[in-house]
């Protein structure tokens, strides 16, 4: 059982910053891939950014340059640095891992106000 708790949403302007936070049970942080998902309205979810147990990462084209995954295995804590926010960020944004079976956190809302 892995328990994921994300924080760290609000409403920010177009052109802003956000960072998010996902607390993770256990020492899966150090050892298992993490993943960034978001959800917008009436859309499907799409992933958003990966880093891996050593550190590599990997992110969707549209926050290229934008958006900065990063972990501290200390802190079983996984985070995601949003600059330059733009509306069509705007989602509930989800934290997510496998071990053996899928595991999702509650969900942040970000909005992005024009």
């Known amino acids: 059982q892995v328990q994921l708790v994300e924080s760290g949403g609000g409403l920010v302007q177009a052109g802003g910053s956000l960072r998010l936070s996902c607390a993770a049970s256990g020492s899966h942080v150090s050892i298992n891939a993490m993943d960034w998902y978001r959800q917008a309205p009436g859309k499907p979810r799409e992933a958003v950014a990966t880093i891996t147990g050593g550190g590599g990462t990997n992110y969707a084209d549209s926050v290229k340059g934008r958006f900065t995954i990063s972990k501290d295995n200390a802190r079983n804590t996984v985070y995601l640095q949003m600059n330059s926010l733009k509306p069509e960020d705007t989602a509930v944004y989800y934290c997510?891992?496998?071990?053996?079976?899928?595991?999702w956190g509650q969900g942040t809302q970000v909005t992005v106000s024009s």
């Open positions: 997510h891992t496998w071990w053996y079976a899928d595991y």
